[in-house]
């Protein structure tokens, strides 16, 4: 199994940057791509940012441009970096890993951090 853990969220106002960190342990090998869900106040979760194991990323597209992923392999760590922060993107964000080397699968979830983008 894959423990994961977050780390980086608060409140920042809108226009500013938080960076996300996730720490993974345990069955680390089982792991082909990481990825960043969230999930805000009566909205469904959904999927905000993937990195495969070789570095190719994918953004959903009110993130693109704003945010970042990217990961250190050797220390088993992934982050998101979040510039030019909007009200909309306050939500819990929680990390995840995928077994799959195809379809992105959240098979591993974090606790989650809380993300709020106020004035």
């Known amino acids: 199994q894959v423990q994961l853990v977050e780390s980086g969220g608060g409140l920042v106002q809108p226009g500013g940057s938080l960076r996300l960190s996730c720490a993974a342990s345990g069955s680390i090998s089982s792991i082909n791509a990481m990825g960043w869900y969230r999930q805000a106040p009566g909205k469904q979760r959904e999927l905000v940012a993937t990195?495969?194991?070789?570095?190719?990323?994918w953004y959903t597209g009110s993130a693109r441009g704003r945010f970042t992923v990217s990961r250190h392999n050797a220390e088993n760590t992934v982050y998101l970096q979040m510039n030019t922060l909007k009200p909309e993107d306050t939500a819990v964000y929680y990390c995840?890993?995928?077994?799959?080397?195809?379809?992105?699968?959240?098979?591993?979830w974090g606790q989650g951090t809380q993300v709020t983008v106020s004035a």
């Open positions: 990195i495969s194991n070789g570095g190719s990323a």
């Open positions: 995840t890993a995928s077994y799959s080397s195809t379809l992105y699968t959240p098979n591993a």
